[in-house]
C-alpha cells in the first residue's frame, strides 16, 4: 500500500489532482471496507494542506458560497452509500467510480453558473465521501471559472480539504501498526516531492497526459483483481 501512495503522490504533484483517484482503487482492493477509503483521504488532507501552503495562487471564496451546501449534501448521500451498500462490492464500485471520474475530467465541460455548481458540488461530496475519487467534477467547474492555474489550484485544495475532514468520522480508519503510518508519510511527501519535479520537467499537458494514464491503468487493474477476488 506504500508503494500506491508513493504512486500517488507523483500523479497529485505533477498534475495537482490525482492522489485519490491512483491511490484509493488499488488500497480498497487490497483492503476491502470503508476505513480504507478514509486511509486515502488522510493522506490525501496531509498533501492538499501541503499543496495548499506551498502554492501562490489565491483563494476564490465566491465559489463556496455555491459549492458548500452542495457538497453538503453530497455527503449526507454519501454516507447512506456506505451504510447500505454491501462492502463486498465495494472494491469494484471504487474501480468503477475512478473511472467514471477520470471519464468526467476529460469530458465534461461545466459551467460556470449555480446550476453546474450545484451537479458538481453533490456529486463530489457523495462519491468522495463513498469512494474517496470525487474530485473530478468539482475540478470541472472550477477550470471553467477562467481562473489562472494557480488560483484554480489553491482554492481546488481547500475543497479537497473541507470534503476530506468531513468524511474521515464517517469512513474512519483502519488499524494499522503505527510504523505504517510513519513510512507513509515519508512516500507521501517523497512522492509528492518527486512530482513537483516532475512537472517542472514537462509540459503542463503532457503532466496531465501521463497522470490519466497512471489513474485508468491503476483503476483497470484494480476493477480486474477485485472482480476475480470477488467472482474467481
Known amino acids: ?24 482503487p488499488i488500497v480498497n482492493a ?11 483521504n488522510l493522506f490525501a ?29 453530497g455527503v ?13 462490492a465495494m472494491p469494484i464500485l471504487v474501480s468503477i467510480s475512478a473511472l467514471a471520474s477520470l471519464i468526467t475530467l476529460v469530458t ?27 474530485g473530478p467534477p468539482v475540478a ?13 489550484l489553491r482554492t481546488l485544495q481547500l475543497v479537497f480539504i473541507g470534503i476530506d475532514i468531513v468524511s474521515l468520522p464517517i469512513l474512519g480508519l483502519p488499524s494499522l501498526p503505527w510504523w505504517f503510518y510513519a513510512v507513509a508519510v515519508c512516500c507521501l511527501l517523497l512522492g509528492t516531492a518527486l ?7 514537462l509540459s503542463h499537458e503532457q503532466a496531465v497526459r501521463l497522470s490519466r494514464v497512471v489513474i485508468a491503468v491503476a483503476a483497470l487493474v484494480s476493477l480486474g483483481y477485485s472482480v476475480f477476488t470477488l467472482f474467481g
Open 1 to 24: 500500500m506504500e508503494a500506491a501512495i508513493l504512486l500517488a503522490a507523483v500523479v497529485q504533484g505533477a498534475s495537482g489532482l490525482g492522489f485519490n483517484l491512483t491511490a484509493a
Open 140 to 152: 470541472s467547474y472550477l477550470i471553467s471559472q477562467g481562473w489562472s492555474h494557480a488560483d484554480f
Open 195 to 201: 512530482g513537483s519535479l516532475l512537472r517542472r520537467r
Open 76 to 88: 449526507l448521500i454519501g454516507f447512506a452509500m456506505v451504510r447500505l451498500i454491501p462492502t463486498t
Open 45 to 73: 488532507l496531509l498533501q492538499n494542506a501541503w499543496l495548499l501552503v506551498r502554492e501562490k495562487g489565491q483563494i476564490r471564496w465566491r465559489a463556496f458560497r455555491v459549492l458548500g451546501p452542495a457538497l453538503a449534501v
Open 108 to 134: 465534461w465541460r461545466a459551467g460556470s453558473n449555480r446550476t453546474a455548481g450545484w451537479i458538481a458540488g453533490v456529486w463530489s461530496g457523495a462519491i468522495n465521501t463513498y469512494a474517496g475519487v470525487g
Open 30 to 40: 487490497i483492503m476491502p471496507g470503508p476505513a480504507s477509503v478514509g486511509l486515502i
